[in-house]
T-cell receptor, first 119, second 114 residues
């Protein structure tokens, strides 16, 4: 199957600093990528939908100035957590829409996630 | 709005036995897709199996099969011959035919007893 990478896999930063997380589709082009946040022992919470060449669509309650998303190319989307605080510590997962597969089903592939710890 | 419910926070099964994980959903749409994803301790989401709503035949992938009851809006996952490597969080997810967003259930933690 298609591969999605995320970098870094884990990051520790000081409160008040900004952190950038990259999501790359390695062997396919993704016009749409999704960013999720996952708290321990909980489900995935969709933060925003990232579309190549246009502004991201944020879910209700997600601060767009806090979580900056850029989808500058068909293979790369970035999530920047600005002025990070301890409450931003979480596991962030991206997925990339790969279009219709051989079975004619819209398919998403997931990155391995990024663990963010803000001290 | 569409919702997905997994009523079993945790399930345990003896190795080599069969276990069924439950999932119900609510939608007014007729065309949609349903998925089961596995999230092992590595936290990498892995697609286990999927079902197209227009297909009456239940999907099967080796030891994994589903019982899709469209009228009852039920989508359970059966794992046969459970293996230690099956231990993980299992998430049920719904996707509309016209919308690429996934709606997620709360997850079920599956424990395999050796």
């Amino acid at each position: 199957g298609a591969v999605v990478s995320q970098h870094p896999s884990r990051v520790i930063c000081k409160s008040g600093t900004s952190v950038k997380i990259e999501c790359r589709s390695l062997d396919f082009q993704a016009t749409t990528m999704f960013w999720y946040r996952q708290f321990p022992k909980q489900s995935l919470m969709l933060m925003a939908t990232s579309n190549e060449g246009s502004k991201a669509t944020y879910e209700q309650g997600v601060e767009k100035d806090k979580f900056l998303i850029n989808h500058a190319s068909l293979t790369l989307s970035t999530l920047t957590v600005t002025s990070a605080h301890p409450e931003d510590s979480s596991f962030y997962i991206c997925s990339a829409r790969a279009g219709l597969d051989r079975g004619g089903v819209e398919t998403q592939y997931f990155g391995p996630g990024t663990r963010l710890l803000v001290l | 709005a569409q919702t997905v419910t997994q009523s079993q926070p945790e399930m345990s099964v003896q190795e080599a036995e069969t276990v069924t994980l439950s999932c119900t959903y609510d939608t007014s749409e007729s065309d949609y897709y349903l998925f089961w994803y596995k999230q092992p301790p590595s936290r990498q989401m892995i697609l286990v199996i999927r079902q197209e709503a227009y297909k009456q035949q239940n999907a099967t992938e080796n030891r994994f099969s589903v019982n899709f009851q469209k009228a009852a809006k039920s989508f359970s996952l059966k794992i046969s011959d459970s293996q230690l490597g099956d231990a993980a969080m299992y998430f049920c997810a719904y996707q509309e035919d016209s919308n690429y967003q996934l709606i997620w259930g709360a997850g079920t933690k599956l424990i395999i007893k050796p």
